[in-house]
């Protein structure tokens, strides 16, 4: 390490330099003078005395040099000026600096901006303390059809109780909340929480307290914790809320603390949390998997040893619905995963892919700018071969070429970090809820370190580049005719690097003409239903003033009824099955129909409520029967509706439907009767598919009776209204609000949107993962491009007089022409076949995300190839036009 | 870093080093000087030559075993003058037992040669 003192000095040294060189030419005069004086004395004459002065000083130059490396900090002068004469040989070369600094920008740039998403959202560690240790806890029971189901009652309970793997085990349950008890009555995303699960995520909170289960048990007083941001937007950052009062689902709950402002949990939307303490249960509820279990890891046991124990205990639930043949039958199977993992597995095979592709970018913009420096450098051999010849020492030369890879690295760098801030700082363009931790997302030390760590490579893959083709640069250069030709090794390295840009250029393009077709496939995809001009937004019946089927049906008549008057409005109906929505639990029900082999039931039918006008406004075409008429819900057997996707499935198809009868729900004796058959629309997602839904009525004249409603497994609540208008949507929102108002003021309006919205908001992932994925494509065709045009130009430059030659000797300029022309084929089909092959595991890799495509798309496979054939022909048909133009006279005059 | 050199027996840049700080022991010098003194006190024995001597200068300069400072000799001329520091001091009185317990040794190995 150098002391503090010779940092000192190496300072003063930079900063003192052409003193210092003054000083050492003075010096020198004088021992010379001091010398001559001498021989003068011994009787030389003046002259002669000077010149055995200088002969004895020997070459001044030279060892001037020496004292100049003996002095301190000579490498830090040093690197100075080497990065100043880079500057200016880069200046003279401008085409160059300017193609090697953007391919370097583009390649740092994509790169750095994807891994702050991907690291963001995958990789850093939740922000809890130890949050390594953290699981999501839960259950698969394929025979029960549940996929990834959470924890009942009972095995929440029991688990706690008995784990030894886990430090500690919380639940929670997202809820959508009434915020009332002040000007606006408010819908707001929460959460119930166990009151342990503070405790298990080790989560602090700004004011107040979190929950315990000492304070927060079963029987406690009702008390809640808000959010930050709630805590600011609707209390005015209130320093006295804790010990207030504040009105929820008009039930009068304690504020007993707030959340620190980056605690966001379990998403980025939720404002409130409840104390949800689980009560003893009387049964496992194996079906009823409804909470999110998150449970802490004791030091040192992983998740699948946590796994395996929870599924021993899950053999001795002390319960009479888990019976051994009960667990059997589900294919009960505990499940304990990494939380960072469970919360963003949805988004990680789109990421992970994107992150692929920004790595095929960065390596082309590699390859693109080592094809580059092959090229300068061959270029500047005779200047290095002279510079040798001059006494230039190999670490000389090697750190001139390290100076200048530096200067464009960080430039590449640089514009490339500025790139991905900006990225980040429009989050990608993702909004909100379409990723998970997105609010985590910044350009942080990690993603610093990234980019440092990229532009360092970056400078050493071209200083390596440099240094390789220079290498073996001998006098022979600086001998005979002076025509520098390109090395046999240093073309073979250029030929490689091309086809290696074709290659993952042509497996980019492949892969993202696959993603490009699914995308379209999803966007032509029959969606059922016509979301131009819809408007909606959910409204939540609060159980107390609207206790009764009769006292909710009326009020969303009445509402309905203002908005149809609304000018603008053509239609205006209630539902709460509408598609592209994620149906909570209890809305995916079992149903019988009357045939089926008892046992055997259709599960996972989704079940939902619909005004009779609904299908028409949203025009969903009725395929068979008939709709709702005012006399469906006081038959005997009350109408239904299907759709056709249910019809298929379980009444034998479209037609034989109509006037089938089903019972829905485990263990209810009411038969219902289905009276029409309605189109398919999809359900979750667009590419989920269709919906196998069922329809109950809202009918409101005549009232429906207490007998009556008994009956029907779900009465109207919380609506969503869907309002057709003639004008743009979002210009009768106030009107539509003063209407809902003028009913009930204090029932809130949420999540007002257009289905138009709606569908562009199903079809965001495809389509940015196809624009990604184009986008890296085209820019990698680019680069490929360039570089086939370079690598070729260059090469014909060098073997103009060669041609010259050729011709004058008899060969037809075209077949000159023809030479050069097969040269760059051949390398774009050896890239060609190379690219086919990765392409084809690439494509393997997408098929979780392609819809309707096969990851073997012929079209994609034939056309992507056949374009870059063309494109490189294009890129190739210039150099061969300038070889075949070869002047065969000023060949010969220069033999 | 003198350590390391001494320690190598690089005779000739080791040696070198210990006569330039030997000469300066009495009083400041230039650099001709010392080469003058150097050649004097070895009757004329040693040349030292100047394209090694200023690198040395530099070089015991950088290692703080010397000072430079530009003063005006006798005749009037600007001169830049080195001389001894503490540190120098103790490197000359280490370097010079080296030396003796070295020579002596090569003369006890030449004397039983013969």
Redesign the interface.
């Known amino acids: 390490m150098p002391s503090v003192r010779t940092i000192r000095d190496w300072w003063w040294r930079v900063r003192h330099r052409e003193a210092a060189e003054r000083e050492l030419d003075e010096e020198l005069q004088f021992h010379v003078d001091m010398h001559a004086e001498q021989g003068r004395r011994l009787g030389l004459g003046t002259a002669e005395a000077r010149r055995r002065a200088l002969v004895a000083l020997g070459g001044r130059e030279r060892f001037k040099e020496e004292m100049r490396d003996e002095r301190g900090g000579r490498w830090l002068e040093d690197a100075g000026r080497d990065l100043r004469l880079g500057l200016r040989a880069l200046r003279r070369a401008p085409g160059y600096a300017a193609a090697a600094v953007a391919s370097l920008a583009l390649g740092i740039g994509a790169a750095t901006a994807v891994f702050t998403l991907a690291y963001a959202v995958l990789l850093k560690p939740l922000p809890y303390p130890r949050a390594d240790r953290l699981v999501a806890v839960g259950h698969a029971a394929p025979g029960f059809g549940v996929e990834r189901g959470g924890l009942s009652d009972g095995t929440y309970l029991h688990y706690r109780a008995h784990s030894r793997t886990l430090a500690d085990l919380g639940a929670y349950l997202d809820r959508v909340l009434n915020l009332t008890g002040g000007d606006e009555p408010e819908l707001v995303d929460a959460a119930l929480v166990t009151p342990n699960l503070f405790g298990v995520l080790g989560a602090r909170p700004l004011l107040g307290r979190v929950f315990s289960d000492a304070a927060d048990g079963p029987g406690a007083p009702p008390t809640v914790v808000l959010s930050h941001a709630l805590w600011v937007r609707r209390y005015g950052a209130d320093p006295r809320i804790v010990g207030r009062t504040i009105e929820i689902n008009r039930l009068p709950r304690e504020v007993v603390g707030v959340m620190p402002p980056d605690f966001h949990f379990p998403g980025p939307r939720t404002q409130l949390w409840f104390a949800f303490p689980v009560e003893p249960a009387s049964s496992a509820g194996l079906r009823n998997l409804y909470l999110t279990g998150v449970g802490r890891l004791r030091a040192g046991v992983e998740p699948s040893e946590a796994a395996a124990e929870l599924q021993h205990l899950a053999a001795t639930l002390p319960y009479a619905d888990a019976a051994p043949e009960r667990l059997a039958q589900g294919g009960v199977q505990a499940r304990v995963v990494p939380l960072r993992k469970e919360m963003t597995r949805d988004v990680r095979p789109a990421l992970v892919l994107i992150l692929g592709t920004t790595a095929f970018v960065l390596l082309v913009a590699w390859a693109n700018v080592a094809n580059l420096a092959l090229v300068r450098a061959e270029r500047r051999r005779r200047e290095v071969a002279m510079a040798r010849a001059l006494g230039a020492a190999t670490r000389h030369v090697a750190r001139r070429a390290l100076a200048e890879a530096a200067l464009v690295a960080a430039a590449g760098g640089v514009i490339g970090l500025a790139v991905a801030r900006v990225g980040a700082g429009l989050r990608f363009g993702f909004s909100a809820g379409e990723l998970p931790r997105l609010h985590e997302l910044r350009v942080d030390g990690v993603v610093l370190a990234v980019a440092v760590g990229l532009t360092l490579a970056s400078a050493l893959v071209l200083t390596a580049v440099t240094l390789a083709a220079g290498h073996g640069a001998g006098y022979s250069l600086l001998r005979g005719t002076g025509r520098a030709t390109a090395g046999r090794e240093a073309r073979w390295t250029q030929r490689l690097l091309v086809a290696l840009q074709v290659a993952l250029s042509l497996t980019l393009l492949i892969g993202a003409t696959v993603m490009a077709r699914s995308y379209r496939q999803l966007r032509a995809a029959e969606l059922g239903f016509d979301p131009t001009r819809v408007l909606a937004f959910d409204l939540e019946l609060p159980f107390r003033p609207y206790p009764t089927y009769r006292a909710s049906a009326a009020f969303y008549a009445d509402v309905l009824a203002r908005i149809r008057e609304l000018p603008g409005v053509v239609d205006a109906e209630a539902a709460d099955l509408l598609p592209l929505t994620t149906l909570p639990e209890v809305q995916l029900v079992a149903v019988a129909t009357e045939d089926a082999a008892p046992g055997s039931t259709a599960s996972e039918t989704a079940l939902g409520l619909a005004t009779p006008g609904y299908f028409a406004a949203m025009r969903i075409p009725l395929l068979a029967g008939r709709g709702f008429e005012r006399a469906d819900l006081a038959a005997a057997e009350p109408g239904v509706m299907v759709s056709a996707a249910f019809a298929r499935a379980h009444v034998g198809g479209t037609t034989a439907a109509v006037g089938r009868r089903l019972r829905i729900g485990e263990r209810r004796a009411q038969w219902f009767r289905i009276v029409g058959v309605v189109g398919d629309v999809p359900g979750a997602t667009i590419a989920a598919g269709a919906r196998r839904a069922v329809y109950l009525p809202v009918l409101s004249d005549p009232p429906v009776d207490s007998a009556q409603a008994a009956r029907l497994p779900l009465w109207p609540g919380a609506e969503t209204i869907v309002v057709r208008t003639t004008v743009p949507p979002g210009r009768i929102v106030p009107a539509v609000r003063r209407a809902v108002h003028a009913v009930d003021a204090k029932v809130p309006i949420a999540r007002v949107r257009t289905l138009e919205r709606v569908v562009d908001g199903a079809l965001a992932r495809a389509r940015l993962v196809a624009w990604l994925l184009a986008a890296a494509a085209g820019t990698t065709l680019l680069l490929g491009v360039i570089g086939i045009y370079g690598v070729l130009s260059y090469a014909v430059s060098l073997r103009t007089s060669e041609f010259g030659l050729r011709i004058a000797l008899g060969t037809p300029p075209a077949a000159v022409g023809r030479m050069v022309l097969r040269q760059g084929v051949a390398v774009t089909l050896v890239g060609i076949v190379a690219g086919a092959g990765a392409a084809l595991a690439l494509t393997r890799l997408l098929r979780g995300l392609l819809y309707q495509v096969s990851p073997h798309d012929p079209a994609a496979f034939a056309a992507m190839p056949a374009l870059l054939l063309a494109v490189a022909l294009v890129a190739c048909w210039m150099p061969a036009r300038r070889a075949a133009r070869a002047d065969p006279a000023a060949a010969l005059r220069a033999e | 870093m003198a350590d390391r050199d001494v320690e190598r027996g690089d005779l000739l840049q080791g040696t070198l080093d210990m006569l330039v700080l030997k000469a300066l022991q009495l009083a400041p010098m230039?650099?001709?000087g010392i080469?003058e003194r150097i050649q004097q006190w070895s009757r004329q024995v040693l040349q030292v030559?100047?394209?090694s001597l200023?690198?040395?200068l530099?070089?015991l300069e950088?290692q703080?075993y010397i000072t430079a400072e530009?003063r005006v000799t006798e005749n009037n001329?600007?001169?830049?003058y080195y001389q001894l520091t503490a540190a120098g001091r103790r490197q000359l009185t280490a370097e010079r037992a080296h030396w003796e317990r070295l020579s002596a040794a090569v003369n006890l190995v030449l004397r039983t040669a013969e």
């Open positions: 230039h650099g001709w080469t030559n100047q394209g200023y690198p040395a530099r070089r950088r703080g530009w001329r600007r001169a830049r």
